[in-house]
């Protein structure tokens, strides 16, 4: 099976960003294939690197970027959200004349497009928001 | 693009008021954005997500953008099933005439104007839900 | 179609709404927050036992245990699920809705 994840949620915040990393791995564990983790709405906050959580608890930005590098997965945060949240990365800091950029390494922002995509190419698309 | 042999039934699922939270706008632009991959897109208002449809809303008192037009611009972009859950307009008091009369031009009828939005029972609701392959909920 | 529910039922209607569109034979997988409507002894549990006589129901245990709960005071005839059954349930059911 060829999933598609949709994380609404922003780290912290909602368990639904756990809750889609578990489904995620557990995913990738009974061999099946993750074609693509979208972030959207808050969601797109999973994508920032400056986020320094409590060495005692997990570090959600981390695992996902670490999870991806595993597995050569897509993490895709929407480009609409993300300029909304203030997540950029280089080109998009330069576009917006913006001082910085903050995009977690393993992440990539794009287009609505890739979760309409991945739907179609997708056998299930799971969502996980609040 | 190879994405274009492949029509698979999309519903967007619509449960929550607008202004008090951003999915009703953010989950328009979806819709906006997916109109372009020439799928079988239809619109689920149930619950609170039937106060998207109101008529009038006007937001210069809250500082808000008023993204109800765009609604009305679904019929454009070939967005034209728009089911609203007749239980949930009751129990909030509301009937078709307090939405937007949304409406789209029908090629097949010599471009005739229609409604785009019908209103479902449950039973017919659940039908539909049931007929799809991809479910967006915001 | 695989149904998911992450709300508390006394927080929010995503349940109750969830129970009156699912259809005869198709499955409702209840995780996060939404555990809490499993359980017995709750103002939800006619609702919940009434529906298993036309839907599979199933919590998340790693959510019920993380709040305390366990799975004897799980509603009888609601199925256990861990994080790999939740893949299963996805993909054999053909299509998954999100009560959020």
């Given at each position: 099976m060829k999933f598609g994840i949709l994380v609404?949620?922003?780290p912290?915040?909602?368990?639904a960003s756990d809750s889609a990393y578990m489904f995620t791995k557990a995913a990738l564990e009974k061999g099946h294939e993750i074609f693509r983790v979208f972030f959207y709405?808050?969601g797109v906050?999973n994508g920032?690197r ?8 997990r570090n959600i930005v981390n695992r996902w970027t670490e999870l991806a590098k595993e597995h050569n997965l897509d993490l895709v945060v929407c ?10 990365d ?13 995009i977690a390494e393993g992440f990539r922002i794009s287009?609505?497009?890739q979760l309409?995509e991945s739907g179609?190419q997708s056998d299930r698309l799971v969502v996980f928001?609040? | ?138 | ?82 994080y790999?059954?939740?893949v299963?349930?996805a ?10």
């Amino acid at each position: 099976m060829k999933f598609g994840i949709l994380v609404n949620e922003g780290p912290y915040q909602h368990q639904a960003s756990d809750s889609a990393y578990m489904f995620t791995k557990a995913a990738l564990e009974k061999g099946h294939e993750i074609f693509r983790v979208f972030f959207y709405h808050d969601g797109v906050n999973n994508g920032t690197r400056l986020t320094v959580p409590p060495q005692d608890d997990r570090n959600i930005v981390n695992r996902w970027t670490e999870l991806a590098k595993e597995h050569n997965l897509d993490l895709v945060v929407c480009i609409a959200a993300a300029q909304r949240r203030g997540i950029l990365d280089e080109n998009e800091a330069k576009r917006q004349g913006k001082d910085a950029n903050n995009i977690a390494e393993g992440f990539r922002i794009s287009g609505l497009g890739q979760l309409i995509e991945s739907g179609i190419q997708s056998d299930r698309l799971v969502v996980f928001g609040d | 693009m190879a994405d274009e042999e492949v029509v698979k039934k999309f519903l967007y699922l619509n449960r929550k008021a607008p202004y008090g939270s951003i999915y009703a706008l953010e989950s328009l632009e979806v819709v906006l954005i997916g109109a372009a991959f020439d799928q079988d897109v239809s619109l689920a208002f149930i619950d609170d997500g039937v106060y998207q449809l109101k008529k009038d809303q006007s937001t210069d008192g809250i500082g808000m953008k008023n993204f109800s037009s765009t609604y009305r611009a679904l019929g454009d972009y070939d967005v034209n099933k728009i089911y609203v859950d007749k239980a949930s307009m009751d129990e909030r008091g509301l009937t078709i005439d307090d939405l937007m009369p949304l409406t789209y031009e029908d090629e097949d009828d010599d471009y005739a104007e229609k409604p785009s939005i019908s209103i479902k029972s449950s039973e017919e609701m659940a039908a539909l839900m049931e007929e799809q392959d991809v479910i967006l909920s915001f | 179609m695989l149904h998911t529910v992450n709300k508390s039922p006394f927080q929010a209607n995503a349940l109750e709404s969830c129970l009156r569109f699912a259809k005869a034979g198709q499955s409702v997988l209840l995780f996060e927050d939404g555990i809490y409507a499993a359980l017995k002894g709750t103002r939800f549990e006619s609702l919940v036992k009434n529906s298993l006589a036309n839907v599979n129901i199933y919590v998340l245990v790693p959510d019920l245990e993380a709040r305390g709960m366990r799975t004897e005071q799980v509603i009888e005839g609601i199925k256990s699920a861990n994080y790999g059954d939740f893949v299963d349930l996805a993909a054999n059911n053909k299509s998954v809705q999100a009560w959020l």
